[in-house]
Nanobody, 128 residues
Framework: QVQLVESGGGLVQAGGSLRLSCAAS????????MGWFRQAPGKEREFVVAISWSGFDTYFADSIKGRFAISRDKAKNTVLLQINSLKPEDTAVYYCAAKTETSWTDTTARNANEYDYWGQGTQVTVSS
């Protein structure tokens, strides 16, 4: 089993930045691909960004490309999501998730159903 705990969310003004962290415990996630998803009130959960187990391959949602950056620290079993130039429409609960790389493509990386483990989420609120 893998437990994922997100942190770093909060209230920030538009144009500001946040760094979200996803800490994994239990089985090591160093061989898992990791993704971030978000869910705004009244909307479906949507893909944000994903990173392969090696850290060399990343996929970004078009809506956040250029503003978000993902990185992973295998030694610390942690994945970081740097969010810059925040917009009110970025307001959502942000979830990190882990998946095995038995099938790792642009399509599967963006599909929430492909992920095996999920955190509880951290709230990000952007004021205008």
């Amino acid at each position: 089993q893998v437990q994922l705990v997100e942190s770093g969310g909060g209230l920030v003004q538009a144009g500001g930045s946040l760094r979200l962290s996803c800490a994994a415990s239990g089985r090591t996630v160093s061989n898992y691909a990791m993704g971030w998803f978000r869910q705004a009130p009244g909307k479906e959960r949507e893909f944000v960004v994903a990173i392969s187990w090696s850290g060399f391959d990343t996929y970004f949602a078009d809506s956040i490309k250029g503003r978000f950056a993902i990185s992973r620290d295998k030694a610390k079993n942690t994945v970081l999501l740097q969010i810059n130039s925040l917009k009110p429409e970025d307001t959502a609960v942000y979830y990190c998730a882990a998946k095995t790389e038995t099938s790792w493509t642009d399509t599967t990386a963006r599909n929430a159903n492909e992920y095996d483990y999920w955190g509880q989420g951290t709230q990000v609120t952007v004021s205008s």
